[in-house]
C-alpha cells in the first residue's frame, strides 16, 4: 500500500511579496482556486493509498489543518519545531507509518508543485512500484523541456524495469552545460519526489547518517498529540543535522533509481516559472487582478490591492500587494530570494508578515495604523472562538458589518448584530465567538500605549495557543 507523505516545511522566499513566512507558497493559491497544497492532495486521488501524513511548521499548524479540512481529506498533521530539511522529515514519516506494524511505499511529495497531467503522474508512480518493492529508493526525473539552470539533474544510466540506475547527481549547471544536457537527451530535473519502501529508506539512513536516525527516533519516540496534531519532541529533533535526502542518503546509495516522469511539471519555483505555467494573452502578458497593460509584452503582473497599469515595457515582473511592490526582470526572477536576504538584513517586516493572517478561528487583515491606534478588519468562521483574553495596553473597539457576534467582557455575555459595537476597556478579559452559520465580519479599532500581537494574556484557549500566536 502507498503511503503518501506530503512535505509541507518550505518557505518560498523567491515568490515575495506573495510568499511570506508566515504565509509560504504551498498555502497559496497561485494557480487555481486550490493552493499548492490542496492540488497536492487532489492529486492523490486515483491512487491506492492510505490517509497522507502531512510534514509541516509548528507556526503553520492551523493553515495546513484548515486547507486539509477544506479539501475534504483525512490526514496525519505531524509539526516540526524548526524545520530541518527533507531528510530527516521522511525519516519521521516513515517510523511513524511503521508504527501500525506495516512497511509501506511511502511516496514523498512536496507539497508547492504543479503538476498538469494527472495521468502522466500517476503512470510514472505505477512504473516505480516494483522497484520501490525491491527496494530501491526511487525519485522522480522530469524531462526537461528547456535548458533551466535553476534546477539540479540526475544523469540516467542504464535501463532499470520502468527507470534507470542513477550515474550521478549535477548541480544546477551554467547555461552552455544546461543547453548540451539538453541536446544529449540522458538527463532529467530533479523533482524531490520519491517513492522508496519505509524500511528500505531507514536503513540506508542506519548506514549512511546514524546520527541523524538517532535523533529521528527519539523525536517520534518522545512526541505526544496536541489536539489533531502530532507534535515531534523539540530537543530531539533540533539536535539532528539539516539535510536533504539527495545530500543524506541518494547521492550515496547503491539503490537509487530514477524514473521519468512528463506530466508538466512545475516547482513554481520563481515568478518567471509562475509565467510560463499560466495562459498567456496575445502579448504573450499573464495578468491576476486588476491590471491594465498597454504596448506591453511577455510580462507577469499580479495586482492584490489595487490598479495596476504598465506602458511600453517588457519582460516585467509586477507584484502588487498592500504593503508591498515588486518590479523585476523576468531574467532575473531567481534572484529575488537574495533581495529578501536584503530586506531581512535590514529589518523589514513585510518579510515575514502576511497581509492577511490566519488563525484556528479566522483571520485579520490591518487596514490603517498610526501613532497610538491600529484598525483591522476581522473574519471569525461559523463555530470560530477567539480565546478568553485581556491586554494591558490597549482598549478595543467592535463595530460589527456582518454576521452577529457573541461577545464577552468580564462576567457579561451578550450579542452583538450588524452595524452594533461595543467597546473593551484595557485589562478587563474578553472574548469573541461566531455561533451563527455565515462569516462574522467586524472592524476593530485599538488605541493604547502599545498595539503588537505580544500583548495578549491567554486566559481560556480552545486552540491551546500561546500568547502571540
Known amino acids: 500500500m502507498i503511503q503518501p507523505v506530503i512535505l509541507s516545511g518550505g518557505s518560498g522566499t523567491r515568490l515575495w511579496p506573495l510568499s511570506r513566512e508566515q504565509m509560504p507558497k504551498q498555502f497559496l493559491r497561485l494557480t487555481s482556486s486550490q493552493s499548492l497544497l490542496q492540488q497536492t492532495l487532489a492529486r492523490l486521488e486515483g491512487l491506492e493509498s492510505l490517509p497522507p501524513i502531512l510534514m509541516g511548521h509548528h507556526a503553520h499548524r492551523f493553515l495546513m489543518a484548515e486547507q486539509l479540512r477544506e479539501s475534504g481529506y483525512a490526514g496525519l498533521l505531524v509539526l516540526e519545531p524548526e524545520g530541518r530539511n527533507t531528510a530527516p522529515a521522511i525519516a519521521c514519516a516513515a517510523l511513524i507509518a511503521r508504527q501500525t506494524g506495516d512497511d509501506p511505499l511511502l511516496l514523498v511529495l512536496p507539497a508547492d508543485h504543479v503538476i498538469g497531467d494527472l495521468n502522466a503522474f500517476h503512470s510514472s508512480v505505477h512504473n516505480a512500484v516494483p522497484l520501490a518493492e525491491a527496494g530501491y529508493l526511487v525519485t522522480f526525473g522530469v524531462v526537461p523541456s528547456y535548458p533551466e539552470t535553476g534546477y539540479g539533474y540526475i544523469a540516467c544510466g542504464s535501463t532499470l524495469g520502468g527507470g534507470h540506475h542513477i550515474a550521478s547527481f549535477i548541480e544546477k549547471p551554467c547555461a552552455e552545460r544546461a543547453r548540451k544536457m539538453l541536446e544529449a537527451g540522458n538527463t532529467l530535473w530533479n523533482s524531490g519526489m520519491f517513492l522508496l519502501r519505509a524500511s528500505s529508506y531507514l536503513e540506508q539512513l542506519e548506514a549512511l547518517q546514524p546520527a541523524m536516525l538517532s535523533a529521528c527516533e527519539a523525536a517520534v519516540l518522545q512526541s505526544h498529540r496536541d489536539l489533531d496534531f502530532l507534535r515531534l519532541s523539540e530537543e530531539a529533533f533540533l539536535s539532528c543535522s539539516s539535510e536533504s535526502i539527495d545530500y543524506a542518503v541518494m547521492e550515496h546509495c547503491e539503490h537509487a533509481a530514477v524514473v521519468p516522469l512528463d506530466a508538466q511539471w512545475s516547482d513554481i519555483g520563481s515568478f518567471d516559472a509562475l509565467w510560463a505555467t499560466l495562459p498567456t494573452d496575445a502579448a504573450g502578458n499573464v495578468v491576476q487582478g486588476d491590471g491594465v497593460l498597454r504596448d506591453t509584452h511577455r510580462s507577469l503582473v499580479i495586482a492584490e490591492h489595487r490598479l495596476v497599469a504598465t506602458l511600453g ?157
Open 313 to 469: 515595457v517588457e519582460d516585467l515582473v509586477v507584484v502588487e500587494t498592500p504593503d508591498s511592490v515588486l518590479v523585476a526582470h523576468r531574467d532575473y526572477a531567481q534572484q529575488v530570494k537574495h533581495l529578501v536576504a536584503t530586506l531581512s538584513e535590514a529589518g523589514r517586516g513585510e518579510v515575514n508578515t502576511a497581509v492577511q493572517v490566519h488563525r484556528p478561528w479566522g483571520s485579520f487583515q490591518a487596514m490603517d495604523s498610526g501613532e497610538r491606534y491600529q484598525v483591522k478588519h476581522i473574519t471569525v468562521k461559523p463555530g470560530g472562538r477567539l480565546s478568553l483574553q485581556r491586554h494591558h495596553h490597549r482598549a478595543e473597539h467592535w463595530i460589527v458589518v456582518s454576521g452577529t457576534a457573541q461577545v464577552t467582557i468580564h462576567e457579561r455575555t451578550f450579542l452583538v448584530s450588524e452595524n452594533q459595537s461595543t467597546y473593551i476597556p484595557i485589562g478587563v478579559p474578553h472574548r469573541l465567538e461566531n455561533l451563527g452559520k455565515i462569516p462574522l465580519e467586524l472592524i476593530e479599532v485599538q488605541s493604547g500605549s502599545y498595539l503588537g500581537e505580544d500583548d495578549i494574556e491567554r486566559l481560556d484557549d480552545v486552540y491551546a495557543r500561546h500568547s502571540n500566536e
